[in-house]
């Protein structure tokens, strides 16, 4: 029986990403926060001793380029979260194809979810038969893709550059995706057990006409959706704090010649960011304004995008759960071992044109 013979609500979410999460005793939030809210104190009281001064001034900088984006991603994650994951199951397709794996990035690139939480989701779908090349089209096209990160790296290096960045990430995730179909088909790589036969197409046309017919725009549910927005943006918001304070601390002891000196456009600088990102333990949200100002202040447009894309492929995290996920270390290693070098490529061809 299809999924649409129900009556869905859609004033109602389709699902809570951090259940049981309580920003009250987020220490990482609260504390990066506080932090943010103190550089503003000191930029604006007058006060401005050298280093906080600095710090302060870089603090207010990021914010103010970056505000607009984090409203227009809670707004989103709001919508989002009232969007049934079914959706996205059906958007995946057949796992055995290079459809699949298109399919596969696309809904990558679309979900909003830091690339902690997108692990998550990719171990689920990979429980419920999705082929490995399928979770890892998604996994690699997800971390920074997501609707929030895209307005904030928009706000901070603008248009053309974060086009650029999530066309060459889908690229990676599209060929690396085609790469794990031939090596599960040559039984290199062990193919996903918990595939199965597809149950009766979901018709998401039959049900989006049945929600789209359910909608009444209120007041009540606008103010439902900004809530759990921001609610469902608060684990995300944590590591994009941290990522200002981070930022914040590079520009004020790391001067501009040292930056462009160390991470510069070349191909030391590239590696130096490759070392920096593998060594560094930073969520997609923290990553990001530090990626900006590499490629705002050190003029290495590549660097920032291998700081981006090689923190999630090289992210032990990341390798531990695809490990415990699949059961094979082969496949968990594999991740960087094939997305890294087209990383590189990628960050010296942007460095250089």
């Known amino acids: 029986m299809s999924n649409c013979c129900h009556t869905p609500d859609i ?39 050298t280093y906080l001064g ?27 979260s009232r969007i049934p994951r079914s959706y996205f199951q059906v958007i995946m397709g057949r796992g055995d194809t290079v459809g699949g794996v298109i399919r596969a990035t696309l809904a990558g690139v679309l979900l909003d979810l830091c ?22 089209a998604f996994l690699i096209a997800s971390p920074w893709n997501s609707i929030t990160l ?28 085609i790469v ?22 979901f018709d998401i046309k039959a049900d989006f006409k049945i929600r789209l017919s359910q909608l009444k725009i209120t007041p009540a549910l606008l103010w439902s959706i900004l809530k759990q927005g921001f609610f469902e943006s608060l684990p995300v918001m944590r590591w994009l704090f941290f ?6 601390l590079i520009q004020t002891f790391i001067s501009d010649q040292a930056m462009t000196t160390w991470f510069g456009p070349t191909l030391i600088g590239l590696l130096l960011t490759l070392l920096a990102t593998t060594v560094i333990e930073v969520c997609s949200e923290g990553s990001t ?38 059961k094979s270390w082969k496949i968990a290693l594999s991740l960087p071992l094939l997305t890294v070098p087209q990383v590189v490529l990628l960050g010296w061809l942007m460095n250089h044109f």
């Open 289 to 326: 304004p530090v990626g900006a100002d590499l490629v705002t202040r050190a003029g290495a447009p590549g660097n920032g995008f291998t700081f981006l894309m090689a923190g999630v492929s090289t992210d032990y995290t990341e390798m531990l759960v695809l490990r415990q996920t699949t």
């Open 150 to 177: 895209t307005l904030i790296l928009v706000s901070l290096i603008g248009v053309p550059w974060t086009l650029t960045f999530i066309a060459c990430s889908a690229l990676i995730a599209i060929t690396t995706g």
């Open 54 to 80: 600095t710090f302060a001034h870089a603090v207010v900088k990021l914010m103010s380029v970056m505000w607009w984006g984090i409203a227009g991603g809670i707004i989103a994650v709001g919508i989002m």
């Open 243 to 248: 990522g200002v304070v981070l930022a914040a």
């Open 115 to 136: 690339s902690h939480g997108i692990l998550m989701v990719g171990a689920k779908l990979y429980e419920r038969g999705a082929s490995l090349a399928q979770v890892m």
């Open 180 to 201: 794990y179909l031939q090596l599960v088909k040559r039984e290199i790589l062990p193919a996903n057990p918990f595939t199965a036969s597809p149950e009766p197409e």
């Open 11 to 49: 004033t109602q979410p389709a699902g809570h990403s951090h259940e049981g999460y309580d920003p009250r005793k987020d220490i990482l939030l609260l504390g990066m926060l506080g932090v943010i809210v103190t550089g503003f104190i000191l930029h604006f009281s007058g006060w401005h001793p």
